[in-house]
């Protein structure tokens, strides 16, 4: 869970690139329309109707007068809580795991079935829950709103190609390898679940992995390579 902390600080809550709003009194709250509920209670419901609203209409298509009338609320109260949208969003991108640490993980484990393990790794983030919902509303979202393209591209350079490269006296030749194998890995990601091309979108797992693991595999020897020397 504290992974899933520092993602939300260092990759979500860059997207955000804004304070939080001040904080306002209780009587305040009251006097603004809304669902019936502690405050806390009342915060989750929206947050509820919010993630609903990115994931089926994506992060440009979504307004903050959507979600205020999906959560059955007043717009004012869904800005007293989150102060903007790319905040909402912030909250909304919150997972239990650093999806940057994970990548870390699978290639620390050793370079014997890397590529697999990194797949796998993949596929788990975009297929299970709690992540998977998140995982499409930020794909999208990377595709759509350029702060969060920006904030997004700053979080793999600093806590992924960076941390790994520190290992390595050839950073720039590891960096353009990272890079490859990632941007190999989310078109799978975006063909599979974004476009739902056939016969990708629904191949099956091991099918999937068995198939893309010697292609991922070859540019992780390529990394251990560069770590070596």
């Keep these: 869970m504290a992974k899933g902390a520092e993602f939300q600080g260092k990759v979500a809550g860059e997207l955000a690139g804004t304070k939080d709003p001040r904080q306002k009194s209780d009587e305040h709250v009251a006097k603004i329309r809304g669902p019936k509920g502690g405050r806390g209670a009342v915060r989750e419901h929206i947050l509820t109707a919010a993630r609903k609203a990115f994931v089926e209409h ?20 869904v800005s007293y809580y989150f102060g903007s949208k790319q905040l909402l969003f912030r909250e909304c991108m919150n997972l239990p795991e650093d999806p940057a640490q ?28 709690p992540t998977k919902d998140t995982m499409m509303a930020l794909m999208r979202a990377l595709m759509t709103d350029v702060s969060t393209n920006q904030r997004f591209k700053r979080y793999i350079r600093n ?19 990272i890079e490859i194998t990632m941007a ?41 390579a560069l770590l070596e020397r």
């Design 184 to 224: 190999t890995m989310y078109g799978i990601a975006t063909m599979r679940y974004i476009v739902e091309l056939e016969p990708i979108a629904t191949m099956p797992r091991e099918r999937l992995v068995r198939q893309m693991a010697p292609t991922i595999q070859m540019r992780v020897d390529r990394i251990f």
């Design 159 to 177: 806590d992924v190609i960076a941390r790994v490269s520190q290992f390595s006296s050839h950073p720039e030749r590891l960096a353009e390898e």
């Design 58 to 77: 994506g992060y440009d298509s979504t307004t903050m007068r959507g979600i205020a009338r999906e959560a059955g609320c007043d717009s004012a109260l």
């Design 102 to 129: 994970l990548v870390i993980n699978s290639l620390f484990e050793g370079r014997e079935g890397a590529g697999a393990r990194l797949i796998s790794t993949a596929l788990d983030l975009y297929e299970g829950q």
